[in-house]
C-alpha cells in the first residue's frame, strides 16, 4: 500500500519545519482486493460493536475491550480536557508474515464516546513484506491528512494536542530524531472534550468501512503523557486492550508517577479485516 493522492487533494496553508500537510478524501486508497482505505485515527469501536455512553465519568481502574484501540483515555463530562500530551518511539513494522497490515500511534482529545476527534500520530504499514512510515493529523469526521515528513523506525516524537478556545484545536507533532515539526491551529464545532486518550490503534477502512488488519509493531513506548497538563495517571484513566481479528494489543501498567506505559502487540496468522 502506498498513500496516493488523488489529482484534485488540496494542500492545506501551514508549513513549519519543512512540513506540508496534504488532505486527501477518506484517506489515501490501498492496493487491497477490496479496494478500502487507510484512515488512521478516529472513534473508539468496543468489541461487541458498539460504543461506550456519554457524559459520565468512568471509575478508577475500568477496562474495557475494544476492537481499535489499545492504551489509555481519560474520561469525563463534557468540556473536562483542554489537553493531552505525550512522547513515543516509532515502532518498526515486522512484515515477514506478508499480506497488508497497519497500525496507527497517537495522542488526541475526543473519541471514547463522543462523536469527534482532535488527533495527531504516526503509522507504520506492512505493504507485503515492506515496511512503510507516515505522520498524519486529523479532526474527524473530516479526512485525515498526511504530512510531507520523513518519518523511521526508531524517531522520537513528542506530540499534542490543545484546545485554544473559539472552537480552535493546535495539533502539534514533533519528530525529535528527523528534526522537523509540524503545528496548525484549525476550527472544529461540535466537539465535546469529554476524554483525552494516548492510544496505539488499528485504523479504519476496508470498503465496507471496516477495520483494517493491525500490523505487528512490537511494543511502542509512550512516555512523559499529561492530560491537562497533569500525569495520565491523575485522571484515573479507562485501560483499553484491543482484540483486532486474529491480533491484539495490550498495554502495561502506568509507571513514572502514571505517566508512562507500553503498548505490545501479540498475534498469529493471518488477520481478516473486520467490519464495524
Known amino acids: 500500500m502506498r ?52 457524559g459520565v465519568s468512568q471509575v478508577s481502574h475500568q477496562t474495557v475491550t475494544s476492537s481499535n484501540w489499545s492504551g489509555y483515555a481519560a474520561t469525563g463530562s463534557n468540556g473536562a480536557f483542554t489537553s493531552v500530551s505525550a512522547d513515543w518511539v516509532q515502532p518498526a513494522g515486522n512484515c515477514s508474515g506478508g499480506g497488508d497490515t497497519y ?71 514533533h519528530d525529535i530524531t528527523q528534526g522537523w515539526t509540524y503545528s496548525t491551529s484549525p476550527q472544529l464545532h461540535g466537539a465535546d472534550r469529554s476524554s483525552a486518550e494516548v492510544i496505539a490503534e488499528a485504523p479504519c477502512c476496508t470498503n465496507r468501512g471496516g477495520i483494517l488488519p493491525l500490523a505487528n509493531f512490537g511494543t511502542v513506548s509512550f512516555t512523559n503523557a499529561e492530560v491537562n497538563t497533569a500525569s495520565l495517571g491523575s485522571t484515573t484513566p479507562v485501560e483499553i486492550e484491543m482484540q483486532d481479528g486474529s491480533a491484539s494489543a495490550s498495554p502495561s501498567g502506568l509507571t513514572n508517577n502514571g505517566e508512562n506505559f507500553t503498548v505490545t502487540y501479540s498475534g498469529s496468522g493471518p488477520q481478516i479485516p473486520r467490519p464495524f
Open 3 to 54: 498513500h496516493r493522492l488523488p489529482l484534485l487533494a488540496a494542500s492545506i496553508g501551514l508549513v513549519l519545519g519543512g512540513t506540508l500537510a496534504i488532505a486527501y478524501p477518506a484517506a489515501a486508497a490501498i492496493d487491497q482486493s477490496d479496494g478500502g482505505m487507510v484512515q488512521p485515527g478516529g472513534l473508539l469501536q468496543l468489541s461487541n460493536g458498539t460504543r461506550p455512553a456519554g
Open 103 to 173: 497500525a496507527a500511534f497517537w495522542v488526541g482529545l475526543d473519541g471514547y464516546s463522543s462523536p469527534t476527534v482532535e488527533q495527531t500520530g504516526t503509522e507504520v504499514n506492512c505493504v507485503g513484506r515492506t515496511a512503510e512510515y507516515y505522520a498524519w493529523t486529523e479532526l474527524y469526521p473530516g479526512a485525515s491528512k498526511v504530512l510531507n515528513a520523513t518519518v523511521r523506525a526508531g524517531d522520537q516524537f513528542a506530540a499534542s494536542v490543545t484546545y485554544i478556545g473559539n472552537y480552535q484545536y493546535t495539533l502539534y507533532l
